[in-house]
């Protein structure tokens, strides 16, 4: 991965920085009130970091056509219990009050524009090139009254938009603690694995789970690929088996259009690396209410599959325990029925147990990892979903891009070449 700058590499104190994060969170539909507050508290680091610059926070909440978008202001006011500082609300992105709060600010301030995605250009330049965003008011009059700007938004780094990838080449751009640690750590799994190593792959989001298969094994960075849930039975169907009308079905309505690449993509998997790819050999389905398990063999089942078996668990295990590294992303059960949440309970129990670094790739994988009070048991739990999928797949990451296009820009010292 090219080279960005860190906290560690600047001199912040005094100045004014613009800080984009990612605490988009489940809100109580009826109060409004937090449901979770993890991605708040994920950010904190950074912003203890700029204690002594003067802070102005960007950030979402959901999208404008959904019940849970909201203004800035409650998370102003939570994060600035959690930091145990006041964190003053101004509703406005890029406006004329906007501007005059920036430009009043004192040293060690911090506060906390509106909602970005209020702003049309924030939904509505998706495509826009870099310059093009460049170009963007929210960019223009931003940039125009700070010195720096900081990404800590790793759960949104797989998206484009002007708050996100527009500052690149407008000021000197760094990745906060939370960024800096993501990238890190989910570079490692590529470009510095331990070996070996093991990719546990579930879940519903079947192409992007066989993308980072894909990947990972084409850079033959992976010793043993373990798909589970749907992805596991995706491939179970890949490999000649047929789950039957219930279960294809589902994949089917799933992944839509996709289904058919995918399919492919998964028999190409299959004949280039089924040496390094564990398939299930027992599953449970759901019978009049009750888990029954059955084998590989009995397949077609008129019942939906809802879990792994206990055999491919215990074949599981060993390449959890005995291994270097472990990446695990995407549940291999229908985990939110009791009856079926022990395939993924038992993966995350060997998980914790393991004696190697374990990564969890956020998603519904790391809110199990929270729920269940165990994140001090693995290494690391990413609070990206979709941008750790986007990330380990390969694909682009425009505000990482954003992040290497201002480091080739500007030195630590924040003077422009």
């Not at 800080?19 to 937090?34: A, H, I, K, Q």
């Not at 209020?118 to 125009?144: F, K, N, Y």
Request: proline letters at 6%; charged letters at 20%.
């Amino acid at each position: 991965m090219a080279s960005f700058l860190t906290l560690d590499d600047v001199q912040l104190s005094g100045r004014t920085v613009l800080v984009r994060v990612d605490v988009n969170s489940p809100l109580n539909p009826v109060t409004g009130e937090f449901l979770d507050d993890a991605r708040l508290q994920a950010v904190m680091p950074t912003l203890r970091r700029l204690a002594d610059a003067k802070v102005v926070l960007l950030a979402h909440q959901s999208r404008p056509d959904k019940l849970d978008f909201t203004s800035m202001e409650r998370h102003a006011e939570l994060l600035g219990r959690l930091l145990g500082r006041d964190i003053r609300f101004v509703p406005d992105v890029c406006g004329a009050e906007a501007i005059a709060n920036i430009e009043n600010m004192s040293q060690g301030e911090m506060i906390f524009l509106d909602n970005v995605r209020g702003h049309p250009e924030e939904t509505g330049r998706r495509h826009a090139t870099p310059d093009e965003l460049a170009q963007s008011e929210i960019v223009r009059e931003l940039s125009r009254v700070a010195d720096a700007y900081v990404c800590d938004a790793f759960a949104a780094a797989h998206r484009n938009s002007p708050t996100l990838s527009g500052f690149g080449a407008a000021l000197p751009c760094i990745a906060g603690v939370l960024m800096q640690r993501e990238l890190e750590v989910l570079g490692s799994v590529i470009d510095a694995p331990l070996r070996p190593q093991t990719i546990i792959l579930g879940g519903v989001k079947v192409d992007d789970s066989l993308d980072i298969a894909q990947n990972l094994l084409q850079r033959d960075v992976v010793d043993t690929f373990v798909p589970v849930g749907a992805v596991g039975n995706l491939m179970l169907m890949a490999d000649g088996h047929d789950l039957g009308t219930v279960n294809s079905g589902f994949l089917e309505n799933a992944l839509g259009a996709a289904f058919g690449p995918t399919l492919e993509l998964a028999k190409t998997l299959l004949a280039d690396h089924a040496e390094r790819i564990l398939l299930p050999t027992d599953l449970a389905v759901e019978r009049d209410g009750q888990r029954v398990p059955i084998s590989v063999e009995d397949l077609p089942t008129t019942a939906p599959i809802y879990d792994i078996g206990i055999e491919t668990l215990m074949r599981i295990r060993p390449n959890i325990m005995q291994v270097e590294c472990v990446l695990w992303n995407g549940p291999a059960s229908y985990f939110e029925k009791p009856e079926f949440a022990f395939g993924t309970v038992e993966i995350l129990n060997s998980c914790c147990e393991s004696p190697a670094r374990v990564i969890i790739g956020g998603g519904h994988t790391g809110a199990i990892v929270s729920q269940r009070g165990v994140a001090h048991l693995v290494d690391h739990n990413s609070t990206g979903g979709g941008s750790c999928l986007t990330f380990l797949a390969g694909k682009r990451m425009p505000a990482v891009e954003a992040l290497q296009r201002s480091h080739e820009l500007f030195h630590p010292d924040l003077s422009p070449r």
